[in-house]
């Protein structure tokens, strides 16, 4: 279901400049909150809420059970990162690997074709 509403919502992924135009329509990309010297990052409240919501289901599942992802929230934890924005990296960073396999089969659909 959810690779369902991945493809769905989506559409054609060439639609979309890059990986990070993809991230901003999903609302993953972190958006800059700093003053002075504080570096922080806040919620992207912008884009397409089910997209989302389908790489919020896949970063908690890959969260809970695929230990790359789970070493990777940890790293992100040990770096003083709260869970929330430790979600958010993930969410990010599967973002990119969704966008470039969505690109890679819509290349090969048009080679058979």
Known sequence: MTAARLLGE??????????????????????PASSGKTQRVRLNR???RQLNRALFIVALT???????????????????KTWNE???C??????DVVFRAMLKDRSEELLTT
Request: glycine share 10%; net charge positive; charged share 30%.
């Open 90 to 95: 993930l969410k990010r960073q599967l973002a």
């Open 10 to 31: 989506t559409g054609d992924p060439r639609r979309f400049r890059s990986a990070a135009a993809f991230a901003m329509a999903c609302g993953v990309a972190p958006i």
């Open 62 to 80: 890959q969260g809970r059970e695929y230990a790359p992802a789970r070493e990777y929230m940890e790293r992100k934890r040990a770096e003083g």
């Open 46 to 48: 912008r884009g397409n």
């Open 86 to 88: 430790a979600m958010r």
